[in-house]
């Protein structure tokens, strides 16, 4: 007769616990031997990681008690060979071995594949420095070349958007892990180079295993990014991993993070010099307009007025025609007194002989002494009209024969400047043949 009684149900605690205890029996101290991926080492000082070979792998930990003892240094690629027991972490429902003593066995395949083929791309002359290209001083368009939906993507947005909003981007999304990875970057780059929109590409992803980031030490990226006319930022993995690419491209950010930083211009320091500059600019202006407000003070001084001008050469005419007469009446009185003294010889000599003689001297000589006279006068005359006639060029008058008018206030004064006089003022201007009574519409400077 059977029983309809059900079994009672484990719990997943219960579970756990029983397949670990099942694991820890059924196998004692045995050694595994892998290829180390995914080597984390927290502060607690306990080492976690995957041993690995071509066709499965197993989560590993080797507590600080045990790996304390040890010589020998971990690091991904390393192929070892690990003591350990089975066992199971319950709160994952995991199976593990819990290393208790660890040795190098040769380096992983991955780990040789790697060396192998940057030996062979360095012998190209893929790393050389003289084939690098520069990156730009000043981005115009930035290009994104990795997965849209991985934390890469998301940091160096973030970055941009604090550094440099502005900055015009282009995501190219490809894959970043997987056999598939290596085609997609490729491709990404060759469409990036055809559309020329971007100056500069970031080619990269988040950290992870030497397996994961596999594809940027692809053969055919390395080419791709070579070949590339566009400048290429390599940002693969974290700052203690270094792929390939890192060797190919023309410059190698430690993180996505820092290649942001690196082709970004900080917009503040940006603010900062457009300020220092926009001061410098001001300085330099009210410098030069201080200096050019002193000439034209000098200048100023210089000029003068065309009445005060008239004056001195009114003032030098008058001069010159009392000099001129003063010349004459002295000339006339020399001659005057020569023909008295050759009067009084001719009274003298009346009784001689050659009182005819001396009679037709005093007539000749009175003669030349008016033509003389006539002579001086009429230079002295020339003079003084070609001294008028310049007097007459830089008079007002003359100004206003040639049709331009003087603008004066009501009580006389000239007005020579349009910031002188506001709208709505009576001004009086002064023509040739009388002057013109007008209100001030519209006071217009002139724009320097």
Same mark, same amino acid.
């Given at each position: 007769?059977?029983s ?25 101290i045995i050694?595994?031997?892998?290829? $180390? ?17 071509? #066709? ?17 240094? %971990? ?6 060979r ?7 972490? %319950?709160?994952?429902? =995991?199976?593990?071995? $819990?290393?208790?003593?660890?040795? *190098?066995? #040769?380096?992983?395949?991955? +780990?040789q594949?790697?060396e192998?083929?940057k ?8 790393? /050389? ?9 000043? %981005? ?15 940091? $160096? ?5 604090r ?5 015009p981007? !282009?995501?190219?999304?490809? &894959? ?11 491709a990404?780059?060759?469409t990036? !180079? ?10 990269g992803?988040? #950290?992870?295993?030497?397996? =994961? ?8 990226v390395?080419?791709?990014?070579? !070949? ?8 693969? #993995?974290?700052?203690v *991993? ?18 942001a ?9 940006l603010?900062?010099?457009l300020?220092?500059l ?16 002193e000439?034209?003070r000098w ?11 008239l !004056?001195?050469h009114? @003032? &030098?005419?008058? /001069? ?10 002295q000339?006339?009185?020399s001659?005057? *007194?020569?023909?008295?003294q050759?009067q009084?010889?001719?009274? &003298?000599c009346l009784? @001689? ?12 000589l009175?003669? &030349?002494?008016?033509?003389l ?17 310049r007097?007459?060029?830089v ?14 206030? %009501? =009580?006389g004064?000239? $007005? @020579? ?17 009388g002057?013109?009574?007008? +209100? ?9």
């Amino acid at each position: 007769m059977q029983s309809n009684q059900t079994p009672p149900a484990f719990t997943v605690s219960e579970l756990n616990n029983e397949v670990k205890s099942l694991l820890e029996s059924s196998f004692r101290i045995i050694q595994v031997e892998g290829e $180390i991926s995914n080597f984390v080492r927290p502060a607690s000082g306990h080492w976690y990681f995957t041993l690995k070979d071509s #066709g499965a792998q197993v989560r590993c930990a080797m507590f600080k008690n045990r790996n304390h003892y040890l010589k020998y240094q %971990p690091k991904n690629g390393d192929q070892v060979r690990v003591r350990a027991k089975v066992s199971l972490y %319950p709160g994952r429902g =995991d199976y593990q071995l $819990i290393g208790d003593y660890m040795e *190098d066995a #040769g380096t992983g395949s991955l +780990q040789q594949a790697y060396e192998a083929l940057k030996l062979q791309l360095q012998h190209e002359g893929l790393f /050389d420095q003289a084939h690098k290209q520069h990156l730009p001083a000043q %981005p115009k368009h930035l290009g994104i070349i990795t997965s849209h939906t991985g934390a890469a993507v998301h940091d $160096i947005i973030t970055v941009l958007k604090r550094r440099f909003p502005s900055l015009p981007v !282009n995501i190219y999304p490809t &894959r970043v892990q997987g056999d598939e990875a290596a085609d997609e970057i490729v491709a990404a780059i060759e469409t990036a !180079n055809q559309h020329n929109v971007c100056d500069v590409l970031i080619v990269g992803r988040g #950290g992870g295993s030497l397996e =994961d980031l596999w594809c940027f030490n692809d053969v055919r990226v390395a080419r791709a990014i070579y !070949n590339s006319r566009l400048p290429i930022i390599s940002a693969v #993995g974290h700052e203690v *991993d270094v792929s390939i690419a890192d060797f190919v491209a023309d410059v190698r950010a430690p993180t996505p993070s820092a290649a942001a930083e690196i082709i970004s211009p900080d917009q503040s320091h940006l603010q900062l010099r457009l300020k220092q500059l926009h001061t410098r600019l001001q300085l330099t202006l009210q410098h030069k307009l201080k200096r050019y407000q002193e000439q034209l003070r000098w200048i100023n001084t210089r000029l003068k007025h065309p009445g005060d001008k008239l !004056n001195e050469h009114a @003032q &030098r005419l008058d /001069d010159l025609e009392l000099r001129l007469s003063k010349a004459i009446r002295q000339q006339l009185q020399s001659r005057q *007194d020569t023909l008295s003294q050759l009067q009084q010889r001719q009274q &003298r000599c009346l009784q @001689q002989p050659l009182v005819s003689n001396l009679q037709q001297k005093i007539n000749d000589l009175g003669h &030349r002494i008016e033509q003389l006279s006539l002579q001086y006068q009429t230079r002295q005359q020339l003079r003084l009209q070609a001294i008028a006639g310049r007097l007459n060029g830089v008079s007002p008058l003359a100004t206003l024969e040639r049709g331009y008018a003087i603008t004066e206030r %009501p =009580d006389g004064k000239i $007005i @020579q400047q349009v910031k002188a006089i506001n709208p709505g003022e009576e001004i009086h201007s002064r023509l040739q043949d009388g002057r013109i009574r007008s +209100q001030v519409i519209e006071v217009i400077p002139d724009l320097l």
